[in-house]
């Protein structure tokens, strides 16, 4: 008896077998990676804003060049994320048209202002850090273009989330004003980056669905809490304060207990009424609109690459 198409692609989940672009899939997982790999890939480009406000204030020329990279880094991250969703079927000028339009979302993380250069280190820290811990699970992922992907992106972040905490120690280790300096980022990035791991379980429309399907491994508070168990140790380290007086460390669950989470305030950004929201999309749309005759100059240059190999095989 043949086995339907539903079935072999169950079957594949159901072993651990990478679904593959030229595999019969169900509309709704087709459906469910655009979303999710088209929001990671606007996070890398819109990502790259708040740290690009403090390019031409570095410090010192060593710090200014490890910035650069970074930045740098994070757009290829973009690139490699718009090219496994566009195996999907869909369109990079289509993606990019939703997040212009604002029909697209991204990280609510990165509508927050970077105010000092502390926060650069505190990005790196707790940003690329709690993306590090979304992000390894998904190299595990069940879409195979996408796990490939996340495989380099993982190397680069954990460079980062390493070049963030050096920054924060060395701000830890400095003056009193650098110190100052260092508490202030960590208590203004505490909490959104703990609700960088989206809503709650009990609030999320697509988890449960996305983890069947293994396109998660893990749910949004599991890698919270994973999140905050592995990064206050790392707090008390820095000799800095994590901001939550309801944080304590449960001996009976050999993890730390954590507040509350502001909900208003995350679903307020999500939705596009955070302080940077407005600025971050017309930032990304005057690029864009700025870039528009090199990609025209790319695609002139490929369109007469390909008459001349025309020709020459003729």
């Known amino acids: 008896m043949e086995i339907s198409l539903e079935k072999k692609f169950e079957n594949k989940i159901a072993e651990d077998l990478k679904i ?3 595999d019969w899939m169900p509309d709704e997982y087709r459906k469910t990676l655009v979303r999710q790999i088209s929001q990671h890939a606007h996070s890398e ?5 708040p740290e690009a406000n403090w390019l031409t204030r570095a410090p010192s020329l060593k710090r200014k060049i490890a910035l650069l990279a970074k930045v740098q880094d994070e757009g290829g991250h973009g690139l490699y994320l718009y090219s496994a969703a566009e195996t999907l079927g869909v369109s990079r000028d289509s993606m990019i048209e939703d997040l212009h339009s604002g029909k697209a979302k991204y990280s609510s993380i990165f509508n927050y202002p970077s105010l000092t250069w502390a926060d650069m280190g ?3 820290w707790l940003v690329d ?3 590090i811990m979304n992000q390894v699970a998904l190299c595990r992922t069940s879409y195979g273009p996408y796990a490939r992907a996340m495989v380099r992106i993982c190397k680069e972040e954990s460079f980062h989330q390493r070049q963030g905490y050096q920054i924060m120690l060395t701000l830890s280790n400095g003056s009193t004003e650098q110190k100052e300096m260092a508490q202030d980022a960590l208590n203004r990035w505490w909490w959104p980056a703990l609700m960088m791991f989206g809503p709650k379980d ?10 069947r399907w293994r396109i998660k491994r893990l749910s949004n508070d ?3 809490q994973k999140f905050v168990d592995a990064t206050v140790p790392q707090a008390l380290f820095l000799g800095l304060t994590v901001p939550d007086k309801d944080l304590y460390w449960d001996e009976n669950s050999k993890s730390y207990r954590f507040g509350e989470i502001n909900w208003d305030e995350f679903w307020t950004v999500v939705k596009g009424d955070g302080p940077c929201n407005k600025d971050r999309i017309q930032t990304r749309i005057k690029a864009h609109e700025n870039g528009e005759w090199v990609r025209e100059a790319a695609l002139a240059y490929a369109a007469k690459q390909h008459d001349r190999s025309s020709k020459m095989v003729g």
């Open 202 to 211: 009990s609030d999320s429309p697509n988890s449960e669905q996305s983890t």
């Open 129 to 131: 850090g709690a993306a």
């Open 20 to 22: 593959e672009p030229q």
């Open 45 to 49: 480009v819109v990502g790259m804003l």
């Open 222 to 224: 599991e890698l919270r």
């Open 122 to 124: 505190a990005i790196g």
